[in-house]
């Protein structure tokens, strides 16, 4: 069964750095490209970053390039969003989904809550 676990979520103030984790089971991690996506209140999805497997590319949405870097462990099964600068509107549910070959999103975690507010 595959599985995708975030955590790290929570409040923090503007300005400040939050470290989500993705931990994945189920599958084997190393090959999947992987993506965090967010959803901000009374929004639609936004894609944020992704990373591919072995080589690692990265890739990020304008609104984060800079701030956020998206990092992997495959040794411990887990992905990272590293978020720095933090500004209001990156308040959201940040969900990490898994790559499928087809480029769509075969699996996803159950999101953890970002709340940017002073």
């Known amino acids: 069964e595959v599985q995708l676990v975030e955590s790290g979520g929570g409040l923090v103030q503007p300005g400040g750095s939050l470290r989500l984790s993705c931990a994945a089971s189920g599958f084997t991690f190393s090959s999947s490209a992987m993506s965090w996506v967010r959803q901000a209140p009374g929004k639609g999805l936004e894609w944020v970053s992704n990373i591919y497997s072995r080589i690692s590319n990265t890739y990020y949405a304008d609104s984060v390039k800079g701030r956020f870097t998206i990092s992997r462990d495959n040794a411990k099964n887990t992905v990272y969003l590293q978020m720095n600068s933090l500004k209001s509107e990156d308040t959201a549910v940040y969900y990490c989904?898994?790559?499928?070959?087809?480029?769509?999103?075969?699996?996803w975690g159950q999101g953890t809550q970002v709340i940017v507010s002073s």
């Open positions: 989904a898994k790559v499928s070959e087809t480029g769509s999103y075969d699996y």
